[in-house]
C-alpha cells in the first residue's frame, strides 16, 4: 500500500495500512474497508452535528456544483451564497449585527481573529498592544499563531521561535488573571479562550470565570475573543458557548459544525462595535482574505447545515444528550468504573486513572469511536444520536473498563 501520505498528530512512520480506513458513513455509523461497523461518538474530530451522509446537505452542495463551484470573494467579486452564508451565521450568532470573515479551517479563523485584534488596537492608534492571552490546555489549531496562543504544550515545542508577545494564564484561576492584567493590562491585546476547552480535555469553566475575563477585559481596554470552533452550533446545548455561559466576546471563531464537516469552513464573527472601528477609516483595506474565503460550495453546505440544525431542532437536541450521558457518567461513578466526569450538552469526558489510550483501543475494537485525552475518554457524537445508540456507548464503555 502508498506511503505518500503524511498523517498529521500520528507517528510519521506507521503504515498506511495500520490506519482504520473509513469508506462510508450514515448517521452516527461509520463502516470500514472490512465492512465492521462503529459508533461515531466523536462526530469525527468533535464537528459532525447532524450526522453523516444527510441528503439535504448533500443535494445542496450537489445543486451549487451544477452552477459556480468555486470563485473568489476578493474585490470586485462576491457571490450569493457567500454573503447568504454569512448572514445566516450572524443570524444565530451573538452577534446578529456584526460581520463575518470567511475561511477554511478553524486555525485559519482563529490567526484571522489574532490579526483583526491587534489590527484594532493599530488602527486605534495603540500600537504597544500586542500581548494575547492564552489559557493553559486551550488549543487553537496549528497554525503559527494557533500554535503560539494554544495550552498544550507538547504541540508548541519543536518548531523554534514561535510568536512573541503571548503570555499564559491558568484556565481556571481569575485571580492570578486580574494580576496579570494588573501588571500587563496596557499592553493585552486580547484573551483567546474557549468556552468549553475541547482538545485538552473537555474542560468545563468554573462559575463566574468567563464573565470575570469579560469584565478584566472591560477594565482593561482588551477584546476578548471566544474560540468557538467546537462550541459553536449547538455543541453546548445552545447556538454557541457565548450563549450558554451568558457572555459576549468581542469575536467568536467558528468551523466544524458550521456545515458538519460536510465541506470546510470556518470564520470569524466580530461585535458590531468591534466592526465599527475597523471599518471607520474608509479608506483602510482590509489587507488578509484566502483564497477560498467565501468558498461558494463551502457556503451553501454552511446554509443547509444550518436549516437541517433549525428543523431538526439539533440545538435541544443536545441538551436531550447531555441529560443521558450525564446519567450514564454518574452510574459509572457510582460503582467506581470511573474517577470523575465533565461536560455540557454533547460534550463530555470521563477520568479513568490511566493512560487512555488503550481504553480508547479497545473501545474502537469493540465498536465504539471515541478520543483518549491524557487519562481521559472523550465523546462528541453527532447531534442526532438516539438514546438507543448512547446506551451501547455506556455499556460498551463500562464493560472495557471493567475489563482491565
Ligand atoms: C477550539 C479549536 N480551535 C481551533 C481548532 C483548529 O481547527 P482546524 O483543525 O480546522 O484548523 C480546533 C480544532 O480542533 C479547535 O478545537
Redesign the pocket.
Known amino acids: 500500500m502508498t506511503d505518500a501520505l503524511l498523517h498529521g498528530f500520528s507517528l510519521s512512520n506507521k503504515a498506511e495500512a495500520d490506519f482504520i480506513n473509513i469508506v462510508s458513513a450514515k448517521d452516527c455509523t461509520l463502516i470500514d474497508d472490512q465492512g465492521k461497523q462503529y459508533i461515531d461518538a466523536m462526530a469525527s474530530?468533535?464537528l459532525c452535528q447532524i450526522g453523516h451522509g444527510n441528503s439535504k446537505v448533500i443535494n445542496a452542495i450537489k445543486d451549487q456544483l451544477d452552477h459556480l463551484q468555486t470563485y473568489n470573494t476578493f474585490d470586485p467579486f462576491t457571490n450569493t451564497p457567500a454573503a447568504e452564508a454569512a448572514e445566516t451565521i450572524r443570524r444565530v450568532s451573538p452577534h446578529p449585527e456584526g460581520r463575518v470573515f470567511l475561511g477554511c479551517?478553524?486555525?485559519?479563523?482563529?490567526d484571522t481573529a489574532l490579526k483583526l485584534a491587534r489590527m484594532f488596537h493599530q488602527r486605534r492608534g495603540d500600537p504597544d498592544r500586542q500581548i494575547i492571552i492564552r489559557r493553559t490546555a486551550g488549543?487553537?489549531?496549528?497554525n503559527i499563531g494557533?500554535t503560539s496562543v494554544q495550552g498544550i504544550e507538547p504541540n508548541r515545542i519543536g518548531w523554534g521561535d514561535l510568536l512573541p508577545h503571548v503570555l499564559e494564564i491558568p484556565n481556571d484561576d481569575i485571580e492570578e488573571t486580574a494580576s496579570l492584567f494588573a501588571q500587563h493590562g496596557a499592553r493585552i491585546a486580547a484573551v483567546i479562550c474557549?468556552p468549553v476547552q475541547?482538545?485538552g480535555g473537555v474542560i468545563v469553566p468554573p462559575d463566574g470565570y468567563l464573565s470575570g475575563l469579560r469584565r478584566l477585559c472591560d477594565q482593561h481596554g482588551s477584546l476578548l475573543i471566544f474560540?468557538e470552533?467546537?462550541c459553536g452550533f449547538g455543541r453546548t446545548g445552545e447556538w454557541f458557548g457565548s450563549d450558554t455561559f451568558g457572555v459576549k466576546p468581542d469575536m467568536l471563531?467558528f468551523?466544524?459544525g458550521v456545515t458538519s464537516g460536510y465541506l470546510p469552513l470556518?470564520g470569524v464573527i466580530t461585535s458590531k462595535e468591534l466592526n465599527e472601528e475597523l471599518t471607520s477609516n474608509e479608506a483602510a483595506k482590509l489587507m488578509h482574505g484566502y483564497t477560498y474565503s467565501g468558498h461558494p460550495t463551502a457556503a451553501v453546505a454552511a446554509i443547509a447545515n444550518i436549516e437541517v440544525i433549525e428543523s431538526e431542532g439539533l440545538v435541544a437536541e443536545a441538551q436531550r444528550i447531555g441529560k443521558q450521558m450525564e446519567s450514564g457518567f454518574k452510574a459509572l461513578l457510582g460503582d467506581s468504573t470511573i474517577e470523575s466526569f465533565r461536560g455540557i450538552g454533547g460534550i463530555w469526558a470521563c477520568e479513568i486513572g490511566e493512560d487512555s489510550i488503550p481504553a480508547r483501543n479497545e473501545m474502537i475494537k469493540n465498536g465504539i469511536v471515541c478520543r483518549g485525552i491524557g487519562q481521559a475518554l472523550a465523546f462528541c457524537p453527532p447531534l442526532i444520536i438516539t438514546n438507543n445508540e448512547i446506551g451501547i456507548i455506556f455499556d460498551t464503555l463500562s464493560d472495557v473498563l471493567k475489563k482491565r
Open positions: 474530530l468533535w479551517s478553524g486555525s485559519e479563523a482563529v488549543y487553537h489549531g496549528v494557533g474557549e475541547g482538545a474560540d470552533v467546537i471563531t468551523a466544524k470556518s
